[in-house]
């Protein structure tokens, strides 16, 4: 069994801070305060944006607050719809803002990301119905679009992109699944070796998955208990070793290859889950986010 430390000094120096901010037993907390907490650690980690990008608050069926990303320069018409995470209890626009402002920018397409009902005030389908009825919006004008999502937001674009396939929607040209939670079964692979990993530990998945209440035997809340991924679109997957979570990302990265998918996977090796909050210190977190755009970037195909 490997030692759940990464050597970086980077990630170790990111890591520190945001316990500064957010404290290793945040999950024992009321959810305000969890909250509050998040938003004071996603605020020390902002970002200048980039120049010319222009940004625009809208509504989606006159509830579901979005963000649209417009860079300076648009090289497709293929949009990116950004699923934030933050285990279905925390997160917002503004927690991802700078992240979604530079994929957009490096990607050269327009991005719109989504601020989801969070449990435990609202527990599973809402989180779900929301990216649902948000991706049918962007659908309906014929122009193609690429998924992506981090950590929770992982898991809801599997989702989304599962439901369309079974709803027989066109128009999803690939997913992009950043650490994604997907459903695996706590107890065996990285769950038990990196069950006490900085940054998230197997006990925080387990808290998150209580907390969102969703049905045990649904694959559109635990995608890896899909029976069919035949003719799903392309993904980008990327995970971090030093993460509980890794062995979803890579089991579902297997299963998309073995149903005839064309899959990039990428473990970043000194990684702990929530690196893409690093990549302006450290050196594996800004390869990974370079990747990452480029992955986005050939599903948009602007490369």
Known sequence: MSNPIPTEPGILAFHK????????????APITQQRQWYDALCAEFDAPSPEGLMRRDETVGGRIPVRRYRPAEIATQTRVFYIHGGGFVVGSLESHDAICAEIAHAARAELVSVDYRLAPEHVWPAAFDDCFEVLLWLLADGRPLVIAGDSAGGNLAAGVVLKAKAELLTGIAGQVLIYPGLGGDLVSGSYAEMAE???LST??????????????ESAFAHPLKADDLFGLPPAYITSAHFDPLRDDAALYAQRLIAAGIDVTYRDEPQMIHAWLRARHMSAGARDGFLHLCRGVSCLVRTL
């Open 203 to 216: 006990a925080d998945v387990a808290y998150y998955r209580e907390v969102l209440k969703a049905p045990a």
């Open 17 to 28: 801070r945001c316990e500064e901010f957010y404290p290793a037993d945040a999950v024992d």
């Open 197 to 199: 990993a900085p940054g």
